[in-house]
């Protein structure tokens, strides 16, 4: 079986990592890839975003499937033109990609339908936002969203009206996300933890992964800008067994319902970023895609052959696939470049690679270039570094204990993943 993974980032490697460990022996490719994937799979030189290098490759090289793992080649449509073309794919169409590629969609979808979430207005002008933004009622911290995909940078957390204002003015008038900022969110402000819940579905059946939880911010303490994700660990031991009962029924099967009635067909995962508030659990955003760096401790944890599952989404018959997971937790850290996620430089050689494999830790490649038999950095998440163990608090320790093998010229990464 030849199967073909679009993405070259450590969930992709996650990926590449658990379909190489099935019965079936799959002959893997990876679009656009990077150094560590080049280990487990043939690395083809095309961008992730490229739909007809990956349909022309899959139609000469007889791919059996493609998965397509990012955002952005879900959002313009990559599924689509694949399945055009008569190729077996696993992600939804662009259509259902709707879901995490406009705030706008998303958010109407959930009001319509009566799914639990933050209540919120929609502009497209600076100045009427910012008289919402003055009203007497309104409260502080406000948050801010940029309709569109940010690369996980496009939500503001405002702590007073001049920060909202001047989030509004940034993406409506001065074009800090382009296009994905031309329509803002303004949401009320939302409090408890924080939780991520991935879930299988094949537009029919849904089936919640293993709960999850990251850290957003650059630096310890939640501090710092945005990120597209400096850890996570699973499970969140706030995600009980009666709130993923509730989450089921209020969230996760009515989110199907809702894409149903709206004749949409959600096919692959979708990722229900939720908050656990007083009130009950509501929807922070959905994704459309495996999260990273969720992935990278969700799947480790998988006990079940995941071609299989692919396989169900694809055929529609995911309600007869039995999936287990193992019991033991796991937490993944992020190794960064210095100046994520804001300027960077690339191109140093990574030391201790092999000293933190035999730690026992899994290593998730991510901007990392392989030249010969050494690794260089070359983007700004640069590895992840996965520990298990029979307890979370092994798990972490585990993480770190590879981690601390690890070295390169200017680098980072958080000492407090897993202590939320």
Request: charged share 25%; aromatic share 8%; hydrophobic share 40%.
């Amino acid at each position: 079986m030849k199967i073909l993974v679009i993405g070259g980032g450590g969930r992709e490697h996650a990926i590449v990592k658990k379909l190489a460990e099935s019965s079936v022996k799959p002959q893997l490719f990876c679009a656009p890839g990077n150094g560590g994937i080049s280990k487990e799979a043939t690395c083809v030189p095309f961008k992730a975003t490229d739909k007809e290098s990956a349909v022309d490759f899959a139609v000469k090289n007889q791919i059996d499937m493609v998965v397509v793992a990012p955002d952005d080649p879900l959002s313009i449509g990559m599924v689509d033109a694949l399945e055009a073309a008569g190729i077996r794919a696993f992600g939804p169409v662009a259509a259902a990609a709707q879901i995490e590629s406009s705030k706008v969609f998303s958010k109407g979808l959930m009001k319509k339908y009566g799914i639990p979430t933050a209540d919120y207005e929609v502009f497209t002008d600076s100045a009427a936002a910012i008289t919402y933004l003055k009203r007497p009622q309104q409260k502080y911290p406000a948050v801010i969203k940029a309709d569109g995909l940010a690369l996980g940078k496009g939500v503001i957390i405002a702590p007073d009206f001049a920060a909202a204002s001047e989030a509004v003015h940034g993406m409506l008038d001065d074009g800090m996300f382009g296009t994905s900022g031309s329509r803002v969110v303004i949401e009320e402000f939302m409090t408890g933890p924080e939780v991520t819940v991935l879930a299988f579905t094949d537009g029919k059946t849904i089936r919640p992964m293993v709960s999850s939880q990251d850290h957003k911010r650059a630096f310890d303490g939640d501090r710092g800008p945005n990120t597209g994700g400096m850890g996570a660990f699973s499970p969140s031991l706030q995600y009980t067994d009666e709130i993923a009962e509730i989450c089921m029924e209020t969230i996760f099967k009515p989110t199907i319902a809702a894409l149903t009635a709206e004749g949409i067909k959600y096919k692959g995962v979708i990722y229900f970023g939720l908050m656990l508030t007083p009130d009950g659990p509501r929807v922070v955003e959905y994704n459309s895609r495996f999260g990273d760096p969720e992935t990278q401790c969700i799947l480790p944890r998988l006990d079940s052959d995941l071609i299989d599952i692919f396989n169900a989404v694809i055929e529609e018959r995911l309600e007869s696939v039995e999936i287990k997971w193992k019991p033991e937790a796991a937490c993944c850290v992020v190794l960064a470049s210095g100046g994520y996620p804001v300027k960077y430089e690339t191109g140093y050689e990574i030391m201790g690679l092999s000293d933190a494999e035999k730690t026992g830790t899994i290593l998730y490649h991510a901007g990392t270039k392989r030249e010969n038999a050494r690794f260089y950095s070359a983007g700004g998440r640069v590895l992840g570094v996965t520990g298990m163990g029979v307890t979370l608090e092994d798990a972490i320790r585990k993480a770190y204990e590879g981690a601390s093998k690890i070295s390169w010229t200017n680098f980072f990464y958080r000492k407090d993943i897993g202590k939320k």
